[in-house]
């Protein structure tokens, strides 16, 4: 009996992703570790506690975790100003509120970050609640975020919007939903591989079909 729509930020409503790419090339080389920067991308999506061990291995994250993740940030907010929101994501906010939907921002951004982007969409009134990574222990593909979001608000069941696998495999371990859009750079077939029940385009190509989507209506 879904309530609550939970939608991801970085990457879904607003284009963040190769800015966080070309943040942690930069946060890595302080270290003397250079990496692909597409392989970093294929990792955005998770949290700075997964993505570091992920692309760096668990050797630089027991010498380097904590420090890295400081550099990654000291990387990225000169890049703050770049940031803008997509097409359509205010609108979607406002369309799902009025369905009766109780919107949450399930972000694994810092609490700074998520802060700016909810001016940059000019949402705070839109959102019932929303999430940091210091709101979890382990954040996506753990579904941890995913359950204190809909905590937060008292949902009965949730259903997620994100644009990374990473998004789509932590609403299945939390037991919702996941709807995926492309605007984090990944395919259609990996993320209805992962387990995306659909997968859009763009918000304004979800919006124009919101009615055939587990968004519809809640339960």
């Given amino acids: 009996m879904a309530d609550t729509a939970l939608l991801d930020v970085d990457g879904t ?28 991308h294929r990792a955005i999506g998770m949290g700075g506690d997964q993505l570091v061990p992920a692309v760096a291995g668990q050797e630089f994250e ?27 994501a205010r609108d979607l906010l406002a369309e799902l ?28 009134e ?5 999430t940091s990574s210091a709101d979890a222990e382990a954040t996506k593909p753990a579904p941890d975020l995913f359950q204190v979001a809909l905590q937060r608000v008292s949902g009965r069941a949730g259903v997620v919007l994100g644009d990374s696998t990473w998004d789509v495999e932590a609403a299945a371990k939390a037991g919702m939903a996941g709807v995926a859009v492309r605007t984090g750079g990944y395919s259609t077939d990996e993320l209805a591989g992962a387990g995306a029940s659909g997968v859009h385009d ?10 055939d989507t587990p968004f519809a209506s809640p339960s």
């Avoid at 763009?202 to 919006?207: C, D, F, Y």
């Fill in 126 to 130: 839109l959102c019932a609640a929303w």
């Fill in 202 to 211: 763009s918000l304004r190509e979800l919006l124009e079909h919101l009615d």
């Fill in 13 to 40: 409503l607003v284009d963040t992703n190769y800015q966080h790419s070309v943040a942690w090339f930069r946060a890595f080389r302080r270290f003397g570790l250079t990496l692909p920067v597409w392989r970093i």
């Fill in 62 to 88: 027991a010498e380097h975790g904590d420090d890295a993740r400081s550099a990654w940030t000291e990387e990225f907010d000169p890049l703050l100003p770049e940031v803008q929101p997509f097409d359509g």
């Fill in 97 to 124: 509120g009025r369905r009766g939907w109780t919107v949450v921002l399930a972000s694994s951004g810092q609490q700074q970050h998520v802060e700016a982007f909810l001016d940059k969409l000019d949402a705070r």
